[in-house]
């Protein structure tokens, strides 16, 4: 079972330019959620994905967009991108089914930087 | 609005030592209580969680106590290991698995 991967590790833009970060989820998951975690600081809630659909949304401007794919993987998508914007973004799975329940599982994150 | 406070925000311990970290939380429908690990250039790892039904869990070194009317919960480390140097967070679980989590531990133990 390879994990949740995300892809690329690390990523260096420049200020008003667009990213996309992708994510895989742990094998039998279905959910993915996004969270940005500034350094020093705890992951931050950006916005989850269940059904292709966004189910629900922390306090992040509309800059940050996402989409879900049939098979379950998710990109995160920040345009217009702030100095502010540089952090790490960390991708979770779960699912309601299965034995672990809808515990979260994280991936090792993507290292995103803004010059 | 804060939801989730943890503390302390670092500690040092030496090997053999307990660590306690403590987290207080506003909202009554968190329904999921866990805590996470995260070593640097990591993700975070689920180290032990609790359901808000039972008031202590108990996982080899890690346990977790619960107390749900002073809406708090800890961590204990017990025979703390150099291993165990990382960055601990509260992360109770709101609507749709939602996690808020607290601004985090940085463990240090000492050899």
């Known amino acids: 079972d390879a994990g949740v991967t995300q892809s690329p590790t690390h990523l260096i833009k420049t200020r008003g330019q667009q990213v996309t970060l992708r994510c895989s989820p742990k094998s039998g998951h279905d959910t993915v959620s996004w969270y940005q975690q500034a350094l020093g600081q705890g992951p931050q809630f950006i916005f989850q994905y269940y059904e292709e659909e966004e189910r629900q949304r922390g306090n992040f401007p509309d800059r940050f967009s996402g989409h879900q794919f049939p098979n379950y993987s998710s990109e995160l998508n920040v345009n217009a991108l702030l100095l502010g914007d540089s952090a790490l973004y960390l991708c979770?799975?779960?699912?309601?089914?299965?034995?672990?329940?809808?515990?979260?599982?994280f991936g090792p994150g993507t290292r995103l930087t803004v010059l | 609005q804060q939801q989730v406070k943890q503390s302390p925000q670092s500690l040092i311990v030496q090997k053999g030592g307990i660590s306690i970290i403590n987290c207080a939380y506003e909202n009554t429908a968190f329904d999921y209580f866990p805590w996470y690990q995260q070593f640097p250039g990591k993700g975070p790892a689920l180290l032990i969680a609790?359901?808000?039904?039972?008031s202590e869990k108990k996982e080899g070194r890690f346990t977790i106590s619960f107390n749900k009317s002073a809406k708090q919960f800890s961590l204990h480390i017990m025979d703390s290991q150099p291993g165990d140097s990382a960055t601990y967070f509260c992360a109770p679980r709101g609507s749709w698995g939602k996690l808020q989590f607290g601004a985090g531990t940085q463990v240090v133990v000492t050899p």
């Open positions: 979770a799975s779960s699912s309601l089914a299965g034995e672990s329940g809808d515990t979260q599982y």
């Open positions: 609790i359901r808000p039904d039972v």
